[in-house]
């Protein structure tokens, strides 16, 4: 079946602006996880969804990030006022998880931000 | 709060031959799992293989295993038969049972099977 896809792939905006990433996760998967990958580093957790709501949030780094599942299904993660160090690339993943555990992550292909 | 250190940022291995990469991690927790996922160039994020902790048996997955020492908190994957398709990025990563269900990653190690 499909896998987690993301769009766009690649997003050069301006700083200052405000955008927009778009995560639609494996049909029927309950979970979903947005993630932040800088350059020469691991993936840093920023936010996970069970259902439609934000289980945790703890690694949003400031109140610049918001990101939203209202239907459970396809998520959204906005940057208000993007800075450069905001560049980074930011990975979604979903996994059939109902909260019992840390299920296996299938994780999408990306949306690689650049903050001129 | 969890740690997981990498200490090989870059490894390589002739084709057909074994490779082992080094994981260590840093927690509290009882119950937890472990993860080795697999990052070629298109970016894509694959599991190669999980272990949970509660299990004493090292996982397998066809020529990848693991080498899984819960007291030592170390978690070292093994490549045998290493193919050209192996060359990518290998992250560790940890994620506690209960509660968020968040994965902590290590910083990763770059790997190149050479022909």
């Known amino acids: 079946g499909a896998g987690v896809s993301q769009t766009p792939s690649n997003k050069v905006t301006e700083k200052g602006k405000y955008v927009e990433l778009r995560c639609d996760p494996i049909s029927g998967h309950t979970a979903l996880y947005w993630y932040r990958q800088s350059l020469g580093q691991g993936p840093e957790f920023l936010i996970y969804?069970?259902?439609?709501?934000?289980?945790?949030d703890s690694g949003l780094p400031n109140d610049r990030f918001f990101a939203v599942r209202p239907e459970g299904s396809v998520s959204t993660l906005k940057i208000q006022r993007t800075e450069r160090g905001d560049s980074a690339v930011y990975l979604c993943a979903s996994s059939p998880s109902s909260g019992g555990g840390p299920d296996t992550q299938y994780f999408g292909p990306g949306t690689r931000l650049t903050v001129l | 709060a969890q740690t997981v250190t990498q200490s090989q940022p870059e490894m390589s291995v002739q084709e057909a031959e074994t490779v082992t990469l080094s994981c260590t991690y840093d927690t509290s927790e009882n119950n937890y799992y472990l993860f080795w996922y697999k990052q070629p160039p298109s970016r894509q994020m694959i599991l190669v293989i999980r272990?949970?902790?509660?299990?004493?048996q090292n996982a397998t997955e066809n020529r990848f295993s693991v080498n899984f020492q819960k007291a030592a908190k170390s978690f070292s994957l093994k490549i045998s038969d290493s193919q050209l398709g192996d060359t990518a990025m290998y992250f560790c990563a940890f994620g506690a049972q209960g509660g968020s269900e968040k994965l902590v990653f290590g910083k990763g190690t770059k790997l190149t099977v050479n022909p």
């Open positions: 272990q949970e902790a509660y299990k004493q």
């Open positions: 969804f069970q259902g439609t709501g934000a289980a945790d």
